[in-house]
């Protein structure tokens, strides 16, 4: 009991001084500026979500026309619609096969490539390095026309699989940049100690690195998953057919119909954005502390 | 054992105790199993990036409609963007869009990226919820980002603002937020900001986290106020993070077509065409004119390369410190 009430204490007085209004503190003004700053940037940031939200319960009468901010009565007409009635449960899947495959496909290179980098000696590794980096920072829309002409020729093109190939693009780059610089941080006499032991070079690497890397692999697939999951681009270059399409063409469409069917629209963008909310917000303390180095989000 | 690739290596490994071929001192000791864990990041960067780099080039020194022969027209394609009578209008109109959607979404979003970062930087209760929610627009899909929007901006009293506007407001006129060429690249550029800002957060956030609290407190002996400290200690700090996410912000923004597409397709009146959408209408969508849409992307690459070359510096120098 003694040692949880003292600890906060220590914890929270040298945290406390180094913040900027820590002078302000008792001032009561820190707390004011908190207080309406954060205010406004809640109210901005939540406002469109709100309305998702309110927007896919509403009955179609409080939509166009006796329109109102809250529903009059909760609905599920719309979530019903578009689970029954529309393709959006086929896009949902062919979004999840898609994401999943690219992040597998993706961590796989990653991590023979970044053991490759980190822990072997041959020469061309800061070419290699620098090339992966280049990869990674060259926009898509560059590549977007020469991809579409040879994406024509391709056998796997107009099929959600295609996309896969496709996501490579962004995913391979970005988890290997990422993998690199946690193998970095694993110290090598763990792994010279297996290498006396005679263990391989690839088992030392799935023995040894991967299972102390796993959390930080975690995250580059939650990353690379979440990615997949939301690009819109090569999917409406590439996909034609109904039952191939992912989520964000096949929502899009809902919109580009005669009917702007805003009900069922926006209760399947509640259900599409669920997969990288949930991913985002389990991996919220990662996002913050151990991604640096700007290797994001494409 | 033996049935598990790569184990055929060991003997190279072992050679290491002996002095080395000749062959090991050029390319390296683990040269042979090392090129061969590269060899999927290989392909590829070379088969789906190197690859169609080159074909884009090649391509836009092409007239090349789709589903016909192409024709090589040399820099024929060049001259119709930057001079012709057809397409210079249109081509310059994209660079000034695309300048203008570009520098106001990078500047505002750092502004409030900054004011964001050093309140979440406090301590206070519910400060892990409030970093919850202020990040959620960046964990969202951008193409579902962008129909709420356009259902939030929407021309009819049903659309979100202009339902506030006249309920609450009093007013009478409907704002057409997508389809007035005055307003349509500003109401584009705020979704940009809305959806980007939490990035720049996050970034300034944990370089914040890195900044030594000893500086805050030498500083607040020395009686220096809550401004002082920031121009002193914190902007300094922050200022690689600051250059890199700017960057970085700048290379996706500028090439992102998704905001555009899903709102206003470029319209009205080319008011919100950048150059990706132009590139997307020209060799996509209408024309079909693959020639002369590469030629766009190509000629804006140049913009790019400088903040390539800055970036990649900067990245590998920070490659040790994960």
Redesign the interface.
Known sequence: MATTMARPAAVRQPAARRTLGARLRRTGVRNAVLFVGLGIFTVWTLFPILWIVSTSLKPDRDLYRKVSLLPSRITNAHYVEVLRETPFPTYFRNSFLVASATTVIAMVVAVLAAYAMTRLSFRGRGFVARATIVTYLIPPALLFIPLFQVAQQMPFTGQAAGLVVIYLIFAVPFSTWLAISYFNTIPSDLEDAAMVDGASRLRSLFTIFVPLALPALAVIALFTFTHAWNEFLFALLLIGRDSQKTVPIGLHEFVNGDVFAWGPLMAGSLIASLPPVLIYVLAQKWVVSGLGGGAIKG | MAA????E??PA?LRTATPRSAVSR??????R???L??L???L??VG??T???I??IW?SLQR?V?GEPAAWVGLQNYRELLVGEQYAGTFWNSVRVSLTYTATAIAVKLL?GM??A??L????RGQTL????????????????A??????YDGS??G?IN??RV?YFGQEELVQFLADPKLALWSVVTVAI?QGTP?FT??F???M???P?EQ??AA?LDGA??FR??ADI?LPSLAPAIT??AL?ST??T?????FV??LTRGGPVNATMT??ML??EV??AGARQ?GL??AV??L??PV?IV??YI??K???S?????
């Open positions: 598990i690739p790569g184990t290596r060991r490994l050029l390319l390296g000791r683990d040269w199993i090392a090129w864990f590269l999927p990041l290989l590829v960067l789906l990036v690859y169609p780099f074909a884009g391509l090349k789709v409030l004011a964001m050093l309140m930087n406090e301590r206070f409030m970093r919850a929610v202020l990040f959620l627009p960046w964990a969202m899909p951008t193409i579902i980002v129909l709420t929007w356009r259902w939030i009293v049903a979100l339902f506030v309920e809305w990035f996050m970034m956030l944990a370089a986290q890195a900044i609290g805050y407190e607040a106020n809550v400290r920031f914190t890199i996410t970085l290379i996706w500028a090439n992102s077509i998704n597409f899903a150059f990706p590139a997307y060799g996509i693959l849409a590469a992307s190509v804006f690459f790019f903040a390539i970036l990649t900067r990245m590998l920070t490659e040790g410190r994960a």
